[in-house]
């Protein structure tokens, strides 16, 4: 007799904690290819997954095996022309063959790289992993957005699903006790006088008395009988009720130069960073919101089409854009609802005598409402009057402010990870 | 191969099914003819448990070396990474069966598969390996298939508790160094104790005390006043050398914690538990591959499948048993599939048309009962002897096998028997030496433990045609000097000649002296 059964709605995923130490084994293998990766995708694709290739020879598990040499006789199928006597010349290092039975795996393979993917998920594991936002995360009950649903202790109604039945079988027990306590205890005292009246002297002993004891005690036990095992007011249920969850949201602001001196090469690295930033927030806050706003004398907020894309040309004044910031974080953001981070990506140039603006609105309109700004100024030149005001605007807030320059692309996701891990060690 | 059914001429068909859609009624008719057809040839079996699976479940399956439960390591992870990978790029095909050595013997069929293919898998695995493992001497006096599952648990349970207590990079590290010696964890000729899950956890307590005490015999380090002459008697240790290093690792490395001890022994016994497989696979996937093509013929003969469901059947059949010749890109050794089944194949003819030829080789067998002759066969032998007893010179010619000779102190590979009269024999022990397990994997033993002195071992691995060792060999003498905990040495002989040397760790300046003592043979300069 064969028995049948149907498992595939049993689990599937049983090799994911294999999987899962077979990654963590292979952490820096994989940090290294997310690393490359990070440099050579193009910026529509930077969470996708990613193919990881791992040299064999590191994931090998070793064993004893023979190797080449010595004497070998070998037994092979498919023979035309060879007859006995005859003698092969020795091609080159086709030793390998298939005989030896531990050999086959490996040169069934025929791989140098053990090549695998690795899911969207897992590679923003590996791409942030060790970056943090140490303390920075505001929490605030956002009205009646989202809810979360715990415990909260027992109640008498409920739905069938709910029910307690220990609690439940608890109640009917002690009601049962209560309900029956004055009559269970009547039976005693009965049956103590049935017991004495029984062990009279059987000339003494009253059949009639026996009898009445008899049916009261049958009665008793008829009544006690009658008592529900588990009555409907019995039923307990555990009582789950809907919590507001506090719900963590932060705004990005991105700020950018489109000025004449910042060219596509320019913004487009400015955009990299901006998306590798948005990419970090999004993990660590449920909701994320982004502002684009792009300047050259004057500051304008745009969609993300026009942020990156569109062209203008003319001379630079930083402070517009810290201004909208400002007016914008003023009406829609307040920092007591909001997590607010600013980006901001410029060549370094600025009217001279903007530089101090800038200066003066971050330390004291931007910087106390914002849980960090970056600045990242993309150029190979020497810094200019901004830097050097940002750098003073540091030298104030040092752990909610970070700047660095990028040089190249190739800087960017060691700039972006340096900015964060700082934050680690400070 | 289609002659056998044209010839037949079927009474009245009653096919059992007509679609290739397969139904879980189907399946169990299915399994129910068979079964009776089984009976019918004599096959005993242990109970079927037929388990129906989605192909995630087979790689799943896969991965875990066909086992239903199994404890954590990366290395299964590898593995179900690459076969994922491998499947989803459409790189391979999953196999049709997986069948576990187990009472009830469990076998899982592919949700994906054609009636046709289940009724195939359901003839090979449930009736055809299910009765080489009840039937077969390895399996019945090695293995213990009631048990296996429970032990499995055991053994997961145990490692994640483990792992909870000591930290999975701990027990991970042990775990690799086991299993790079895993072939190195068997007893070729002892027959074991089954294993049993509760048996185990109930000695695992008694165990721990009686190993230290055993340990702390083997590594006193107060002198022994007793005298000279006793001291010189106890000089080597282990007396015999062992073949089996994870057993000797278990009981006698000197530094181990008791759990690692654990460790060691559950590898161990799985080691055991697969060793016969090993040895087998040729009979094993022959025994099952002639049942599936016996049975299903049978039933094509009884009017009871369609011709359709016979062609799909022999497509995948021939496929199974395709021998690609030696030069050819696909071939990978000899398909132990093809093998078996001529092998089985023939005998039943020997047994039912013999030849003179065939009286001439196998006067003992030609003309008997084929199903005794089979079962015989199947029962008292392993891959190496089986060869060795049954390979017929028809094969041999139909295979058209031939035997080189390969010495690299010769310039020319020497073509030294094929299949002709004067070649059979020397072809027929060749190839049996190929499946002797001794030949494929180095013979390599633990030959002495320096107790007095810095606590080294010493392996000697025996050449076999002075074939020396593999490139990995330093990375498992890395492994072994993890378990063992101090210095490991490897000699490789050639005769008593020492002619190769492994350390681990790599031999420093002032080791040399000390060595020497213990050692007995000279060392290679």
Same mark, same amino acid.
């Given at each position: ?114 090549? #695998? ?155 990299? @960073? ?32 026009? #942020? ?6 003319? =001379? ?103 900015? @964060? ?6 | 191969?289609?002659?056998? @059914? ?360 030609? =003309? ?7 079962? #015989? ?8 002897? #089986? ?14 096998? @031939? ?123």
């Amino acid at each position: 007799m064969s028995y049948i059964i149907d498992r595939r709605l049993n689990g599937k995923k049983k090799s994911t904690v294999n999987r899962q130490r077979f990654l963590r084994r292979y952490k820096a293998h994989i940090k290294k290819a997310v690393g490359e990766a990070m440099n050579s995708r193009s910026i529509t694709d930077m969470d996708k997954g990613e193919r990881i290739s791992i040299p064999t020879r590191d994931i090998n598990e070793p064993v004893f095996t023979h190797g080449p040499g010595g004497h070998v006789e070998r037994v092979l199928p498919g023979n035309r022309e060879f007859i006995a006597g005859d003698r092969i010349p020795r091609q080159g290092q086709q030793g390998g063959g298939g005989g030896s039975g531990s050999g086959a795996s490996d040169s069934g393979e025929g791989m140098d790289e053990f090549v #695998f993917q690795i899911s969207q998920e897992e590679f923003l594991d590996f791409m942030f992993e060790g970056l943090r936002l140490p303390n920075m995360i505001k929490r605030r009950l956002a009205g009646n957005e989202s809810f979360q649903v715990v415990r909260a202790g027992i109640s008498n109604e409920g739905t069938p699903g709910r029910l307690n039945v220990v609690r439940s079988m608890r109640a009917a027990n002690a009601r049962r006790i209560a309900l029956t306590g004055s009559k269970r205890r009547s039976i005693r005292e009965l049956e103590k006088e049935l017991a004495l009246e029984e062990s009279k002297d059987p000339t003494l002993r009253d059949q009639r008395i026996i009898d009445q004891l008899n049916s009261k005690i049958e009665e008793l036990h008829a009544r006690i009988g009658r008592v529900p095992f588990l009555d409907d007011f019995d039923l307990k249920y555990n009582l789950l009720i809907r919590q507001p969850k506090p719900r963590s949201r932060a705004v990005m602001f991105c700020l950018m130069d489109v000025s004449g001196s910042m060219n596509q090469a320019t913004k487009d690295m400015a955009k990299r @960073f901006f998306l590798l930033l948005y990419l970090f927030l999004q993990r660590s806050y449920e909701y994320t919101e982004v502002v684009f706003i792009r300047h050259h004398t004057s500051a304008k907020e745009v969609d993300e089409e026009e #942020f990156f894309y569109s062209r203008e040309t003319g =001379g630079t004044i930083v402070s517009s854009a810290l201004k909208l910031m400002r007016r914008i974080m003023r009406e829609r953001y307040p920092a007591s609802e909001w997590n607010i981070y600013g980006a901001q990506a410029s060549d370094g140039d600025n009217w001279n005598d903007d530089s101090s603006t800038c200066h003066k609105i971050l330390i004291d309109d931007i910087m106390p409402q914002v849980q960090y700004y970056s600045y990242v100024e993309i150029t190979p030149r020497d810094h200019q009057a901004l830097w050097e005001e940002y750098e003073s605007v540091r030298a104030v807030f040092p752990d909610h402010f970070a700047m660095e320059q990028i040089v190249d692309v190739q800087d960017i996701y060691p700039v972006f990870r340096q900015l @964060f891990s700082q934050k680690v060690a400070a | 191969m289609l002659d056998t @059914f044209t010839t037949s001429e079927p009474t009245e068909r009653r096919p059992i099914s007509t679609s290739s859609e397969w139904t879980f009624e189907l399946i169990q008719e299915y399994d129910r003819e068979i079964s009776a057809l089984a009976e019918e040839f004599g096959l005993d079996t242990y109970p079927n448990q037929i388990e129906v699976i989605c192909s995630e479940q087979m790689m799943d399956a896969y991965s875990s070396v066909g086992m239903p439960v199994g404890y954590n390591h990366w290395s299964f992870g590898k593995q179900f990474i690459s076969v994922e990978n491998n499947y989803q790029r459409g790189l391979m095909g999953l196999a049709y069966e997986i069948v576990i050595n187990s009472n009830p013997c469990i076998a899982y069929l592919m949700e994906e598969n054609t009636m046709t293919m289940q009724a195939l898998v359901i003839a090979h695995a449930s009736y055809g390996h299910n009765s080489f493992f009840k039937g077969n001497y390895l399996f019945r006096s090695w293995t213990d298939a009631s048990s296996i599952i429970d032990y499995l648990i055991f053994a997961k349970n145990y490692i994640a508790r483990c792992e909870e207590r000591h930290g999975v990079d701990e027990v991970e590290a042990i775990l690799d160094s086991c299993h790079a010696l895993m072939n190195y964890g068997v007893d070729r000729y002892k027959r074991p104790y089954p294993i049993s899950a509760i048996e185990e956890e109930r000695r695992q307590k008694e165990r721990e005390e009686y190993r230290q005490r055993q340990l702390n015999d083997l590594w006193r380090t107060i002198p022994n006043l007793s005298g000279a002459e006793e001291e010189k008697e106890q000089q080597r240790f282990p007396e015999e050398p062992q073949e089996n290093i994870l057993y000797f690792v278990e009981k006698h490395a000197p530094l181990l914690e008791n759990w690692q001890r654990e460790l060691v022994r559950i590898v161990r016994k799985l080691a055991q538990y697969f060793y016969p497989q090993r040895q087998t696979q040729v009979m094993n996937e022959g025994w099952a591959t002639f049942w599936h093509y016996t049975l299903l013929s049978e039933l094509y003969k009884r009017g009871r499948v369609t011709e359709g469901f016979m062609m799909e059947f022999l497509q995948s059949h021939t496929s199974v048993i395709y021998q690609p010749p030696f030069d050819s890109p696909y071939y990978n050794g000899i398909n132990p599939y093809t093998l078996g089944f001529s092998i089985f194949t023939d005998l039943r003819r020997i047994c039912e048309n013999p030849t003179e030829e065939d009286r001439q080789w196998f006067p003992d067998i030609a =003309g008997s009962n084929w199903k005794e002759t089979l079962q #015989f066969a199947m029962r008292d032998f392993k891959d190496e002897s #089986f060869i060795l007893q049954f390979l017929s010179p028809k094969v041999m010619r139909d295979m058209k096998l @031939f035997c080189i000779s390969d010495d690299d102190r010769e310039n020319e590979i020497v073509v030294n028997a094929i299949h002709d009269e004067d070649g059979y024999r020397q072809l027929r022990a060749n190839l049996a030496g190929q499946y002797n397990l001794g030949n494929r994997e180095p013979n390599i033993q633990v030959f002495s433990v320096d107790t007095r002195g810095d606590r080294s071992m010493t392996l000697h691995h025996t050449q076999h045609r002075r074939r020396p060792l593999g490139k990995d060999t330093g990375e498992v003498l890395r492994h072994l000097h993890r378990l063992w905990g101090f210095d490991v040495h490897l000699h490789s002989l050639h005769g008593d000649e020492i002619t190769a040397s492994h350390h681990c760790p790599e031999l420093g300046r002032d080791r040399l002296e000390g060595e020497e003592e213990s050692m007995m043979v000279p060392k290679p300069i």
